[in-house]
């Protein structure tokens, strides 16, 4: 059967990277000194990568029968060829990067005393394996999202359908508690796992004819989830998670708001899918994007705008926007007059 491309899914992924872009636009410094830049931070934070993880749930239920047939080893293969070989590969260019950047004084001294100053390859290793990449820290997406559709994979080729979508519904409902009870202080490569594996378990639930049906309800729900996060983010003291009860209460509350911004923004984009064809076409080329932008076009070039070159607040991120949008598409471009396309796309990044 032929694979079909469902429009809304991928303008809701375009939209999920354009949040996930706009949250990297700010520096630490930029929050202390503006309430809006932290407000921002904080709103977009706290859904935007929840929404890519559901998305690619959504997208994993709608080829799950097609890809039943393969072998545990060749799925698992296909899918270390997309997530995990960008990942390394990425790693490794951004690594060489600046260790040639640490040749030339004026970047060496632009980047000391920052997270992007000289570490030994083992260190960097060391921090790339616990999806801690201190030079591209938002390489924890694809390390993690490998390690869901893994476990989700082998859960559904061993299981009935039944059973497997009981297994699905018991680690939705438990793991917001097993996360806020012991997984803290963990290292990234776990702790993302245990964070955000519900939020792509739901998307693997989805039923794509409830969903569209339902549309018009599930937008509602993300608009009143939308105000309830805004409310929570203005007026609940974060002191109130200091008691281990209330927090764990919370978890369920902040995580039922993510889930229904992530279902609203979804459901938006199918009440409005003939009007988000450009946004659609942005949506299915999101890796190029998701890859590049980071760190060049938002945490160095906030970095240089905002601390060194003191530009405002809404300069500096305006000029990260545009940067990140535009570098990743004009180095696409560039790959493809100088004939790189083919050694990229073999080492798994997008030309």
Not at 11 to 33: C, D, K, N, P, Q
Not at 245 to 259: E, F, K, P, R
Request: net charge positive; charged share 15%; proline share 3%.
């Amino acid at each position: 059967m032929k694979d079909r491309r469902f429009h809304y899914v991928d303008a809701a992924r375009g939209i999920a990277v354009l949040l996930v872009i706009y949250g990297h636009t700010f520096r630490e410094s930029m929050r202390a000194a503006y309430a809006w830049c932290d407000f921002s931070y904080a709103l977009v934070y706290r859904f935007h990568v929840s929404l890519l993880f559901l998305l690619s749930g959504f997208g994993y239920a709608l080829t799950l029968e097609k890809n039943k047939t393969l072998t545990e080893w060749r799925y698992l293969g296909k899918k270390a060829k997309a997530l995990l070989l960008p990942w390394f590969s990425y790693s490794v260019l951004i690594y060489v990067i600046f260790v040639a950047a640490q040749l030339f004084a004026p970047c060496r001294a632009l980047l000391e005393n920052t997270a992007y100053q000289k570490i030994p390859p083992a260190k960097y290793l060391a921090a790339m394996l616990k999806n801690e990449n201190p030079y591209s820290f938002h390489l924890w997406y694809l390390q993690t999202l490998f390690l869901f559709t893994a476990v989700t994979f082998l859960k559904d080729k061993f299981l009935s359908e039944k059973y497997a979508r009981r297994a699905a519904i018991l680690l939705i409902l438990s793991l917001p508690a097993f996360y806020t009870l012991f997984c803290r202080d963990w290292i990234w490569v776990f702790k993302g796992f245990f964070q955000k594996y519900l939020f792509f378990l739901l998307g693997t639930l989805l039923v794509r004819e409830k969903v569209e049906k339902k549309a018009g309800i599930l937008a509602a729900v993300g608009a009143c989830s939308f105000a309830a996060l805004v409310l929570e983010i203005c007026f609940l003291p974060v002191e109130i998670y200091d008691n281990p009860y209330i927090n764990l209460g919370m978890s369920y509350v902040d995580n039922a708001i993510t889930v229904g911004i992530c279902l609203g923004i979804l459901a938006v984009c199918i009440l409005w899918n003939r009007y988000l064809g450009r946004l659609a076409q942005f949506g299915r080329n999101t890796m190029r994007y998701y890859l590049y932008h980071q760190p060049f076009c938002c945490a160095l070039l906030g970095m240089l705008l905002y601390e060194k070159l003191h530009f405002s607040a809404v300069v500096t991120v305006a000029a990260c926007m545009v940067s990140a949008i535009a570098l990743p598409w004009l180095f696409g471009k560039l790959i493809r007059l100088c004939r790189l396309d083919d050694i990229f796309r073999k080492i798994g990044l997008p030309a």
